[in-house]
């Protein structure tokens, strides 16, 4: 082994070292955050936390680090490798609220770019047609995101979870873009009947659990839909066992109602145009 390959190994080790002992930190406070003995504990932990895993990021390797040990923090990154998202939540010791928290890091052609996202849920009066930025961000826990082309740009499709309260909880399709080189949420390539929408949220009985997927093999969006006491029309149930999809068709995503999840996958189903 030459000296030049001693030295970049020891270089790299002691960077993984380093980086191994920041992980071990944070897997600490994770617990704190999550599972704190009151609210006290858990903000700290939490300012704690945000401080050190904004440290990490900063790292200029960052981006192609495994953070698969980081528990309860949804690690995700586009298949095109040019968006990461870090989003977590912290649940207040009441069990009634929760706040979230994240940030993007995406790459420019110049530089790569690190940005906190700040919950703005309490002010965010009409959540489907707003358009947002990552300082005025819904607060979403996403477990997905499927990257489309529409006019030579990329569109980040991302789905997400939201709990709102004891009471209910959310699925949300959201859409990541980048205009001038900064991140934005909430464009309309989303078409329900004659109506274009920036996201979709969908809000259920926290006891239910809504399915929300993306079939790769299908390439659409496959999901519950969900329905409200037939006697109390305010009061939300959840999936009432019946499936609606979005496909990707003629660069954007169309809504269709009522499919049939038995035969939705098989290639050779076509799916009629929705009515308007």
């Known amino acids: 082994m030459s000296i030049r390959t001693l030295i ?33 504990i858990r903000f700290a932990a939490n300012d704690k936390f945000l401080s050190g895993i904004e440290s990490l990021l900063k790292h200029k390797d ?16 586009s298949e095109d490798n040019q968006v990461r998202l870090y989003t977590w939540l912290l649940p207040y010791y009441d069990g009634n609220h929760y706040e979230y928290f994240g940030f ?19 002010v965010i009066v009409k959540p489907e047609s707003e358009k ?45 873009y980048f205009d001038k080189d900064k991140a934005k949420f909430g464009y309309p390539l989303i078409k329900s009947g004659s109506v274009f929408k920036n996201r979709l949220l969908f809000t ?3 006891m239910a659990t809504m399915s929300l997927n993306f ?24 999936p009432d066992g019946t499936y609606d999809a979005l496909k990707y068709k003629k660069r954007k995503w169309i809504l269709y109602r009522d499919v049939d999840a038995r035969t939705l996958w098989d290639p050779k189903k076509i799916l009629a145009e929705p009515k308007e």
């Open 62 to 77: 960052s981006f192609n680090q495994k953070f698969d040990s980081l528990k309860n923090v949804s690690v995700l990154t």
């Open 132 to 176: 947002l930025t990552p300082e005025r961000w819904l607060g979403i826990v996403y477990y997905k995101i499927i990257p489309v082309s529409k006019s030579k740009k990329t569109y980040y499709t991302l789905l997400g979870w939201k709990a709102k309260d004891k009471s209910y909880s959310q699925k949300v399709i959201e859409i990541l």
């Open 8 to 40: 970049v190994f020891m270089l790299s080790f002691f960077v993984c070292s380093v980086n191994g002992q920041s992980i071990d930190s944070l897997k600490l406070l994770i617990k704190d955050i999550q599972r704190g003995e009151n609210d006290s």
């Open 204 to 206: 259920f009985n926290a």
């Open 215 to 238: 079939d790769k093999k299908y390439n659409g969006i496959v999901f519950d839909h969900i329905s409200s006491n037939k006697k109390i029309p305010t009061q939300i149930v959840g």
């Open 104 to 122: 993007i890091q995406y790459k420019t052609k110049t530089s790569d770019t690190l940005v906190r996202l700040v919950d703005s849920s309490s």
